[in-house]
């Protein structure tokens, strides 16, 4: 192609030169430019490599439907990898690179692999690059595949904007038909919404001169723009919309020229009308990808858009009757035409030579020279512009579960089954004249139930008229079918072969439709070819299932900012400032961050979990669950809930319970607390707050009169800090606390009221550490004077700031376990030695039915078990699975959860899952973790203090 | 120094928020008393003299109001009473400590609320509770006028919402 610029005409400025580098060379266009126009403009042909066989490429189209052009495009700070030269407008000063070439598109390196085609066809990595192992050759067949390649210094992407759009009618496509509609909606009362995915409405009419109620087209577009935003309508231009969803959401992706991220505008239509046009399909013979091959619909484009000619002395190739005007187009701008039109009755407009054949094979090596037609004729030419029919763009409706039907006499699939809430106008709709369109605009729009104006007015056009030409079996030469994948004729009969001749295992195999072009002009054209070598008719072969998005769609879009501390964000406590002040190490648990030690490196882990032990400790337990249930019938679904009974327990006391999933599996645990006949707190895991209420809720509703049972989350409303150790008492009463502490008032497992100063406090006497051990609620936004008097009073007394990591070694003595990590999915009660509430418990609970089941009696379960390390090496890595050799082969028992070295009993502690550990206690067995055995002797969990006399200490 | 995994760098001291773009302030709010009651709803309204409780986007107004999260349950504003079961039929839990406040103000609300939740502003919802932005349980209410909201997110989500706050508004003001 020695495409030039005509000397007037088009949309761009020419007072405003664009220039840019590709590929290193320096190129002139003027602002309104694509980079594709610009390129085209000053007689680039070969502007990118095909995707495995590496051939010379050219531009096919002039927009979303490029299969061959694709640059790498830095300008300023910004970084675009993979973007279509069709699509992006021509920045001054950027430097863009072909992305599927290197180091040039004229020169690469990789070039040769042309040379092989015949020995790397679709499927060839099923079939070689085995021996001796398909690893060695993978990595860099990987490494030649995709488009574009990522910078992983390239991270300063701003964060996208999410808009959520509520409108009657959303109308996607803002040529003459869907402006047509978007007016006569909007005009009516509806609330209308208008995207394309151009850079300026008017679709064909930019390219195709009209005369529409008696206006020329630029005329009437501006006018019926002008009457859009005069009733209010929304228009978005370099809007996608590109994907139909569920419940009649239709995503939309904005671009933007000014270096912000996209827009991601989730659109809630109550009617959505498809105005999306159609695209120009290519034509089947030996070397139609070579550069200077292009969509004749394209060429006109960039004539009358971008005033570029693509040639000087052009061959039009047609089947159909659009293309004559074409022809005539670029004959008007001075280029040497001449139509080849395969129909037998072609005619041609006045002064275009017209022969009636077709083309079998293009000649050229760094692009066309000539071409062969099927007739002998031999004819020289720099440009060859192909028009193969048109293929409606229906993906949103068949995203949207549409059924397209076949219509022969197009060549073409067309809308077949209604889909609610979804019309299509248009040459979507299979109406490829101006004037059929319009006129069946009132019944596309009528269910808006809205009265219309007339639609507009247009001359009457010739019916379209097709000859197919599909790509035919046995064919000389190499076909293409699909140019972005570098699919051929020939790799859909190997596919035939070899029986993939199910659509969708063609797709599969010779991965035909599967590049970011999503098959735009080369599906229909493999389905032709598929049914012609299995005896199936288009519609036989059928269409794989249309999936969004319709063209790519960067993730940011999706992300809409939800990275770094938006990806997931944790929960805060009250007194992170307090903590951090202390010198806190904060990490994230269960979803809060929570302070993990004290200091400045881990070994203040084994200093607090010693000195708590020694003297007192003091901790933010603020995360855990504080739900409260309250109401007439709280005590029978609180009974129902727990598997442990609760009924016998009295206002102002606690007991610690299980609570099951239906399968029996242990749930969550917690201390349940009961502060009324009819109001308790259910304290539950931190991590599982919000599960702990969903569960609470749905039994709530399913299997107990919601109006005599309630569930409130009060989590958040209270800190609760934590005073544990032998001096805990004299801390809390030394920081002047109000409260009567004494065993008789408030022995283990009860909750009693106090006061701090004019605050009310609960006080909860349990332990999570196995000592002595104060829960004090207070109102979380008062909690900092609590904190800091408990702090001032527990440096009288030695009191340690304890972080999480010591808590766990704590409990971890005691053998207290925590539901998800010394239990799984499958660990029942009776696992944990939790059997008497299943023996005894007459009243139903969630999960008994499972407690029942042969499984849950099976001997061979694993089992909750403390671990004594007996082999002197430290302690067991956590997960660490204990094993046994059956056969010469280890057998998993089960595994360590839990893993600590203790300081108050200056030896490993280890918590588990293991087969029958229950019936092996005092058993030692071996461990094996990352190839390295180890030993250990099964024991009781409890480490410490078993009689749990330190309670009361 | 080893690696202590100190995640107190990545996740910034929450800070009060307060940002004016045009057409939208948007600040913190001093802690309200507020309470979830649930139950005879209509017993505790009549019982407390309270108007009917509003849904989303529902006009409260004055100090005292009530707004409706559940069939059975709603947010009582202004005022906390007593914890517990009340022998007329409703049971109270304290929240004002456990849930922050946001006001929301100025006649740029609906570009807000469309970046907040895909639920249709002009769709009347009976509950005014809804899950805002990346996903945060909020309860959304006007209060005393059209343009003037309010915004109520567990006070330990607080500064999450500052976050996706600070996107927000700076992609409102662009």
Known sequence: MTGFRLKTGGEIDRARPVTFTFDGESVTGFAGDTYASALMASGHMVMGRSFKYRRRRGLWGAGVEEPNVWLDITCGAGFAPGRRATTEPAQHGAVTRAATASPSAERDATGAFDWFGRFIPSGFYYKTFMWPDWHLFERHIRAQAGIGTVRRDFTDVPPADRIHHHCDLLVVGAGPVGLAAAVMAAEAGARVMLVDEQDRAGGSLLAHPAVIDGQAAPDWLAAALARLAAAGARVLMRATAFGSYDHGLVAVNQRHDDGRSDTMWQVRPHHVLLATGAIDRPLPFANNDLPGIMSAEAALVYLRRYAVAPGRRVVVATSNNRTGAVAQALAEAGVAVTLVDARADATAPAGIALIRSRIIEAHGRRGVRSVTLADGQRIDCDAVLVSGGLTPTIHLYAQARGKPAWDAEKAAFVPGSTVAGMTLAGAAAGQFTLAGAFAALPEALAPLGLPLAAAPVTGAAPRYEIAAMWPEPGEKGRVWIDLQHDVTAKDVELAARENFTSVEHLKRYTTLGMATDQGKTSNLAGLALMGALTGRTVPQVGTTTYRPPYTPVPYESFAAGRRGVRFNPVKRLALESAHRAAGAVLREYGGWLRPAFYGTDDSAILIEAKQARESAALFDGSTLGKIEVMGPQAEDFLEFVYYNSIRSLKPGRGRYCFVLSETGVVFDDGVLLRLAPDHFIVSCSSSHVDGMRGLLEEWRQDRFDPSRVFIHDATQHWATLTVSGPQARAIIAGAGVEADLSDDVLPHMAIGAGRFGDQPLRIARVSFTGDRSYEISIRATQAAPLWAALRQAGSDHGAVLLGMEALTILRAEKGYLIIGKDTDGTTLPQDLGLTGPLAKKSEEFIGRRSLILPDAADANRRQFTGIEVTDGLGPLPCGAHGVEDRDGRPRSLGYVTSSYFSPTLDRPIALGLIERAQARQGEEIAFQHLGQRRRGRLVAPCFLDPDGGRLHG | ?174
């Open chain 2, 1 to 174: 120094m080893a690696d202590t995994f100190d995640r107190a760098a990545f996740w910034p001291e929450p800070a009060a928020f307060a940002q004016d773009i045009p057409g939208l302030s948007v600040r913190d709010l001093p802690e309200l008393p507020q309470a979830y009651v649930s139950g005879d709803l209509a017993a505790f309204l009549a019982a407390g003299a309270l108007a009917p409780a509003v849904g989303l986007l529902g006009l409260a107004q004055g100090d005292r109001y009530a707004v409706r999260l559940a069939r059975h349950r709603l947010l009582v504003v202004g005022i906390e009473p007593d914890a517990g079961w009340n022998p007329g039929g409703w049971g109270v839990t304290p929240v004002g400590a456990g849930l922050a406040v946001v006001a929301v103000t100025g006649p740029r609300w609906r570009d807000f609320f469309a970046r907040a939740t895909p639920i249709d502003p002009d769709a009347a919802s009976a509950s005014a509770a809804f899950l805002l932005g990346d996903g945060l349980p909020a309860i959304l209410t006007r209060h005393d006028a059209p343009d003037n909201l309010r915004l109520h997110v567990g006070r330990a989500t607080l500064p999450a919402l500052h976050d996706w706050l600070g996107d927000c508004l700076n992609a409102m003001a662009r």
